[in-house]
C-alpha cells in the first residue's frame, strides 16, 4: 500500500502491545481531531469499539488495510491532559495502551453507546395538581408527595428525584399514581438548579486552620499549582473539615474538585455531608452504581457540568477539564491498587495527574502509608499535622487482655465479654471487631483430622480450607468463590464429629446476640452488605441507641459512630507473625484505624487488644508512642532490608491450568531480564535480598517520570527471585508462579522491563498461560 494513504491508529482492548491500523470510515477524514475519539471496528468476525491513538500514513508494503466501521463521537472523549497521562500510565505499567484507555472509560461508552445526557429528573406538580391537592387524601401517599412538591418552593414546586428518596421511601408509586391523573410531571432540569442552600460548618481549630491556610496557599497563592500535600491527622481530628474548607476555595474559583475515597461504604456518608456543607451537586462513581449511572457521572464531569466528584478507585479516571484540586482520603489503603486488569495505583495516578494538570493534591490519613512518610520526611510532599482530635473528643484509653491460659467463649474472654456488657449497660455502644467474615475458618473431623479443602484451590503439598458459614450449614472459599453444602459425615472415616474450628463473624454474632438479647445486634461484614446501600441502612437502623456492632475492616476507616464507646480487637495475633514484609505497617494501620472508631464525641473511650502475645514489639511500641514511633523503627528495618520505599519491584506472574507452564514460562522471562542483572558488590556468597540505594532517596516514590529508554553498556543493575510457586500456589483451578524484580532505583528498573517485556508477547510459553506484570506490587501474595 502507498504510504501517502491516511490510516487510523487504533487502540483496542485486546492484550496486545499494538495499534492497529484502519482507513477512516465513508465520509469521514482521517484528521487529528480524530485522536481520542472512539471508533467501531471490524476485528476478524468480530467487531471492537476502540479508541484513536493517533492519525497518519499508511506503511509501505502494508495490505488492503480495513475500513472502521464507524466513528461514534462528535468530538473526543479521551483529549488533553487526560489521554497524555494515560498514555504515561501505558509505559509505566508496560500495559497495552489499548486496555488502559478502556478502563479509564465507563462501561456503557466501553460498549460504543453514546455520551449520556447529564441533565437531573425532577417531578413537578402542575397547575391541576396544585388545584387537586386540597381533595386529595389525607395521610395518603399521593397526597404527602403533593404536601413535599408544594412546599418545596423550586422550580414551580419541584424536587430532584434524589432528594425526593431521601425524603420519602416510598414516593414512586404516588408519583405514577398522580401522573396518570397529570397532578404532577416529570420535568428535566440542569443539576446545578437543584443544589441545597450551603450550610456553615463548625469554626476550624488552630491546627486546622494552619492546614487550610497551607492548602489555601498551594491553590491561590504565589506558588500556587502542583504541590503534594499529607494531611496527617489523628484519627477524629477533623480531617474531612479541612477537606470541605479546601473544595470549597476550590470552588469558589471556578474550578472542579475529585475526592477519592477507597471503600464504597464511605461514600453516602460523605456525599451526604458534602453536599449539606458545598452548596453545589455532588456527584458519586463508585461500582454499587449501574453502568448507566457511572457514564453519567462521567460525562457531567468532562462537559464541565460535575464540580464535585466522589468515587472509589476508577474515579481516578474522571476527565477535569477545570480541575483545582485532588483530594485522595484514607491514603494508605490497599483498595486503591487494582489488583486485577490493569494494575494500577489510584494514589500515585492522581499524583501523576496533578502534577500533569498543575493542582494541588491533598492525601489524608491517621496512619499514612510509609511511602508517603518517607516522602514527606524528604522534603517532596509538605507535610501537615492534626495531633489531636477535633472538639471535646479525647483519644481513647487503650488496654492489652492477655488471654494466655484464658477460657474463650467463641474468641472471646470473659474480661471483654464483662466490659461489653458495661459499655452496654452505661447507654453505649460496643464494636467487636474480627477481621475474618463466615463462621469458623475451618471444618475438621475430631476423629481423624479430615479437614475441608477446596478442590480448585488446594494442590497435594498445601491445602486451602473452605470457610464455614450460615451457621456451619455450608462451606465456601474466600479465594475463588467455590461453595458446597457441610458434608453430613466425614468423607475419610464416616464419622458425625465434625466441628468447626476458629472464629469468624458469624460464630461472634451468634454468641452475642445470645448474651445481649435486649440491645440490638447487627453483624457488618461482605456477606450482610451485599445489596446496594445495604450498610448505610444498616448504621442508620442502628442508630446511636445502645447495642453491639460485629465487623471487619469495613468498619474500620471513616464511619463516625458518636455513642461507640467501646472497641473489642480480637484476632489479631495472625497478623503479628507473617512472611509479608508489609504484614506490619498493614497491621499497624489497621489497628490504629479501628481504635480510632471509639470515643469520638463526648463520651471518653476505651480499647481492649485481646491477645496470646501482649509482649510482641509492634503491639509495645504502638501503645507506647502511636502509629509514628512504629513508622519510624519500620522506616529503618525497610532501608535495612532494601525494602520499598528504599527499593523498586515489579512482580510478574504466571498461571495456567497446567502445573508446569508457568514455571517455564518464567524461566524463559528471566533469561530475557539476566542481561540486566549485574552481581553486586555487596552479595558474597549469597543473595542479600532486595537492594537498596541512597542515591534512589532523592526519587519520589509517587511522584514517578515517565519510564527512560533501556539503558546501554550494560550499567542496568536488577535482582532476580524466582522463578518459585505463588505463596498460595494455586486458586480456581490455575497453578501458580511468580518471578521478582527488584532494582535500587526506578530507572533501573523500567529500563530493564522495556527491554524484556515487549519480547515476552512472542515467547511459544507465553501461548501456554496467562501472565501480568504488577509494578510497585502491594500485595506480593
Given amino acids: 500500500m502507498s504510504a501517502d494513504v491516511s490510516a487510523l491508529q487504533v487502540a483496542l482492548p485486546l492484550p496486545l502491545p499494538r495499534l492497529f491500523d484502519y482507513r477512516p470510515p465513508a465520509g469521514v477524514a482521517a484528521a487529528p481531531a480524530l485522536v481520542g475519539c472512539r471508533v467501531r471496528v471490524p476485528f476478524g468476525p468480530r467487531e471492537l469499539v476502540g479508541v484513536v491513538a493517533s492519525v497518519g500514513a499508511a506503511p509501505d508494503g502494508a495490505p488492503e488495510l480495513r475500513e472502521a466501521l464507524a466513528c461514534l463521537d462528535d468530538a473526543p472523549l479521551l483529549r488533553g491532559e487526560l489521554f497524555e497521562s494515560l498514555r504515561w500510565l501505558s509505559r509505566y505499567n508496560h500495559a497495552p495502551l489499548g486496555e488502559v484507555l478502556a478502563s479509564a472509560l465507563p462501561a456503557a461508552l466501553r460498549r460504543g453507546e453514546p455520551l449520556p445526557d447529564t441533565h437531573a429528573w425532577a417531578w413537578r406538580l402542575t397547575e391541576a395538581g396544585a388545584t387537586a391537592l386540597p381533595g386529595l387524601r389525607a395521610g395518603s401517599r399521593p397526597r404527602r408527595l403533593a404536601d413535599l412538591l408544594q412546599a418545596s418552593g423550586r422550580d414551580a414546586h419541584a424536587l430532584e428525584e434524589s432528594v425526593l428518596e431521601a425524603l420519602m421511601q416510598d414516593w414512586r408509586g404516588a408519583a405514577r399514581s398522580l401522573g396518570k391523573r397529570a397532578l404532577v410531571e416529570r420535568i428535566a432540569m440542569p443539576a446545578s438548579q437543584l443544589a441545597p442552600a450551603p450550610q456553615p460548618g463548625p469554626e476550624a481549630n488552630a491546627e486546622q486552620a494552619e492546614a487550610i491556610a497551607a492548602i489555601r496557599e498551594a491553590q491561590a497563592g504565589e506558588r500556587a499549582g502542583f504541590a503534594a500535600l499529607l494531611l496527617d491527622g489523628v484519627t477524629g481530628s477533623g480531617k474531612t473539615e479541612v477537606y470541605l474548607q479546601a473544595i470549597a476555595d476550590c470552588l469558589a474559583r471556578g474550578r472542579q474538585a475529585l475526592v477519592l475515597v477507597p471503600e464504597i461504604g464511605l461514600t453516602p456518608q460523605l456525599l451526604s455531608r458534602f453536599r449539606a456543607r458545598l452548596g453545589v451537586p455532588v456527584h458519586a462513581t463508585h461500582s454499587g452504581l449501574n453502568d448507566g449511572e457511572r457514564a453519567r457521572t462521567w460525562a457531567a464531569a468532562l462537559r464541565g457540568e460535575a464540580r464535585v466528584v466522589v468515587g472509589t478507585r476508577s474515579a481516578v479516571f474522571t476527565p477535569l477539564p477545570e480541575a483545582g484540586l485532588i483530594v485522595i482520603d484514607e491514603e494508605h489503603d490497599g483498595s ?36 508517603s512518610l518517607h516522602n514527606a520526611r524528604a522534603g517532596r510532599y509538605a507535610h501537615l499535622r492534626l495531633s489531636r482530635r477535633a472538639g471535646e473528643a479525647r483519644p481513647p484509653r487503650v488496654r492489652v487482655l492477655d488471654v494466655r491460659k ?29 477481621n475474618r467474615r463466615g463462621y469458623a475458618p475451618v471444618l475438621l473431623c475430631h476423629d481423624c483430622g479430615w479437614s475441608a479443602q477446596c478442590r480448585r484451590c488446594s494442590t497435594p503439598l498445601q491445602g486451602t480450607p473452605m470457610t464455614v458459614h450460615g451457621g456451619g450449614r455450608r462451606l465456601q472459599c474466600h479465594h475463588c468463590g467455590a461453595r458446597q453444602p457441610v458434608p453430613l459425615a466425614c468423607p475419610d472415616c464416616a464419622s458425625l464429629a465434625l466441628q468447626p474450628q ?14 445481649f438479647d435486649a440491645v440490638p445486634v447487627l453483624r457488618i ?9 445495604a450498610l448505610e441502612k444498616h448504621l442508620e437502623t442502628f442508630g446511636t441507641q445502645p447495642g453491639v456492632l460485629i465487623g471487619t475492616q469495613m468498619l474500620a476507616k471513616g464511619h463516625d459512630l458518636p455513642n461507640l464507646t467501646l472497641v473489642c480487637v480480637v484476632g489479631i495475633d495472625e497478623g503479628l507473625f507473617s512472611a509479608d514484609f508489609r504484614a506490619a505497617e498493614k497491621l499497624a494501620q489497621l489497628l490504629i484505624q479501628v481504635a480510632g472508631r471509639a470515643g469520638r464525641a463526648d463520651k471518653p473511650g476505651e480499647v481492649l487488644l485481646q491477645t496470646h502475645h501482649p509482649d510482641h514489639p509492634l503491639l509495645q511500641t504502638l501503645i507506647a508512642g502511636g502509629y509514628h514511633a512504629f513508622a519510624e523503627a519500620e522506616l529503618l528495618q525497610r532501608e535495612a532490608a532494601g525494602f520499598p520505599p528504599f527499593a523498586h519491584l515489579a512482580l510478574l506472574r504466571a498461571e495456567a491450568k497446567h502445573v508446569d507452564a508457568p514455571m517455564q514460562f518464567l524461566r524463559a522471562a528471566k533469561d530475557m531480564l539476566s542481561p540486566f542483572v549485574v552481581p553486586s558488590p555487596f552479595e558474597k556468597g549469597g543473595s542479600r535480598g532486595i537492594c537498596s540505594s541512597a542515591e534512589d532517596n532523592r526519587q519520589p516514590q509517587q511522584q514517578i517520570p515517565p519510564s527512560p529508554p533501556s539503558p546501554k553498556g550494560g550499567a542496568t543493575v536488577i535482582e532476580l527471585h524466582g522463578p518459585l510457586p505463588a505463596p498460595m500456589p494455586r486458586r480456581a483451578g490455575m497453578h501458580r508462579a511468580q518471578l521478582l524484580v ?18 515476552l508477547y512472542g515467547l511459544p510459553e507465553a501461548r501456554k498461560v496467562r501472565w501480568s506484570l504488577d509494578v510497585d506490587p502491594v500485595d506480593l501474595y
Fill in 336 to 371: 486503591y491498587k487494582q489488583q486485577d486488569g490493569i494494575r494500577y495505583h489510584a494514589r500515585d495516578f492522581a499524583l501523576v495527574r496533578g502534577k500533569a494538570l498543575g493542582v494541588p493534591v491533598l492525601l489524608g490519613s491517621a496512619t499514612p502509608s510509609l511511602e
Fill in 406 to 434: 484464658r477460657p474463650l467463649d467463641a474468641g472471646l474472654s470473659p474480661e471483654l465479654l464483662d466490659a461489653a456488657g458495661k459499655a452496654v449497660a452505661a447507654g453505649g455502644q460496643v464494636l467487636v471487631f474480627k
Fill in 502 to 515: 476458629g472464629i469468624g463473624t458469624e460464630r461472634i454474632e451468634e454468641l452475642l446476640a445470645r448474651r
Fill in 525 to 533: 461484614d461482605r456477606g450482610s452488605t451485599r445489596r446496594r446501600g
Fill in 742 to 759: 527488584s532494582a535500587a532505583t526506578r530507572r533501573t528498573l523500567h529500563g530493564a522491563l522495556d527491554g524484556a517485556i515487549p519480547a
